[in-house]
């Protein structure tokens, strides 16, 4: 099938929906700004300080830093806060909501990314599953219990040295404050949160059993594939589709449709080929 062939059918599926699945990777953030940790280097691009250092993304996305040295630890996630908070998510996000809203579609997003820009985008924070948890939200590093809560902390950081000014802390027992995200090697991860948008996820998916489906899946790569298996296994539902978007990994085995393009780059490419209405 041609690519022009394949993003009409993506087209007609998405006219065609009740039920609109969005799952999204790390390349969702790309087209926004966001750095591409994909590899070492990905990650010592944005981030050279730790290439000196001889860490990479797993070595610095680690609890332990939290409990030998925290102003360490909070260097990486501090300025991953302030990124966050300052970048503003790319046009694909309007083109998702637009779909959303002509073709009256109940949606639900999963993603894997912590960076809020779904929620920052106006999609309903309560249809949305962020799996690794998010960077907004804080927790006791203990923890001394089970509670979660806003990140509104201030967290300037030396970006030559990569260590935080400010160490935030648990309001419950003073100790230090760690953000409510699933990092490598964690055992301490509060995963409450999640777990409630993991029921509403469900509840979604009961409630569409017998709909026509579309999953559309965008920047996410095979070398954590946590994204990658949810779209699929929704996928094997009868009746629905999976429209993946990916300029690196694409495949994905038929009937369902391979986009090989940029996250934004393949939504309006697939919005160009749209009806106005049904």
């Not at 690519?3 to 929906?17: F, G, R, Y």
């Not at 300025?79 to 779909?99: I, K």
Request: aromatic share 8%; charged share 20%; hydrophobic share 40%.
């Amino acid at each position: 099938m041609t690519d022009t062939a394949i993003l009409q059918q993506a087209a007609e599926a998405i006219a065609d929906a009740d039920a609109l699945l969005i799952t999204a990777g790390a390349g969702m953030g790309v087209d926004s700004g966001l750095p591409d940790f994909r590899g070492d280097h990905g990650f010592w691009n944005a981030y050279p300080m730790y290439e000196r250092l001889g860490i990479n993304f797993i070595g610095a996305a680690n609890p332990v830093h939290f409990e030998r040295d925290p102003a360490f630890g909070w260097g990486f996630y501090g300025h991953r806060t302030n990124l966050y908070r300052e970048t503003l998510p790319h046009g694909g996000f309007a083109l998702l909501q637009n779909w959303i809203d002509r073709f009256d579609l109940e949606a639900f997003v999963v993603t894997s990314n912590v960076d809020g820009q779904f929620q920052k985008a106006g999609f309903a924070d309560d249809a949305i599953l962020e799996v690794h948890g998010s960077i907004h939200h804080l927790q006791c590093l203990s923890p001394c219990c089970a509670d979660i809560w806003d990140n509104t902390e201030t967290i300037p950081v030396d970006f030559n040295t990569m260590r935080a000014r400010h160490i935030p802390v648990c309001p419950h027992c003073g100790g230090v404050a760690r953000p409510n995200i699933l990092m490598f090697g964690d055992s301490s991860w509060l995963a409450g949160r999640s777990h409630g948008q993991q029921m509403r996820f469900d509840l979604f998916l009961d409630g569409n059993r017998n709909h026509k489906l579309v999953i559309i899946e965008m920047g996410a790569g095979t070398a954590i594939p946590t994204i990658r298996i949810l779209s699929e296994r929704a996928g094997r539902r009868p009746g629905a589709t999976v429209i993946r978007i990916n300029p690196r990994e694409p495949q994905i085995a038929s009937p369902h449709l391979s986009v090989a393009q940029a996250a934004l780059d393949g939504l309006a490419s697939i919005h160009n080929r749209l009806p106005t209405h049904r």
